[in-house]
């Protein structure tokens, strides 16, 4: 089976705890950190453990555990390699889910809250 598959794959509890961390730390922790501090690899690091809590909180344990161990072994191939062009393909975060387009969505939704601010 792909693990994408199963990743995506939802649990009986799904639907009452889906995504709890992960929408914190888009619409909170991204936009209160500035772009310039955080690396693509830190990010893609955090969003793991962000994706692992959601995923133990629907009852997904066999993919959270792939996820961390995939997360593992990732950091120690970049650690190994002194770098993470190669590293970064080993984790299942999807490439896709980038920080740019993260932080952009991010800027975003700043500029959303400045606009509502002023238009009240």
Known sequence: ??????????????????????????????????????????????????????????????????LLVQQFKATTMALKDNDWSAARWLQLIPHEVSRHSTVSTALNIRIVRKLTIFLV
């Open 1 to 66: 089976m792909n693990i994408g598959a199963l990743w995506r794959q939802p649990s009986a509890i799904s639907q009452t705890t889906s995504g709890h961390l992960l929408k914190y730390f888009l619409t909170v922790f991204l936009v209160h950190t500035r772009a310039d501090t955080l690396t693509e690899a830190k990010y893609r690091e955090l969003r793991t453990y962000v994706e692992a809590v959601d995923g133990l909180l629907r009852g997904n344990t066999l993919q959270v555990c792939d």
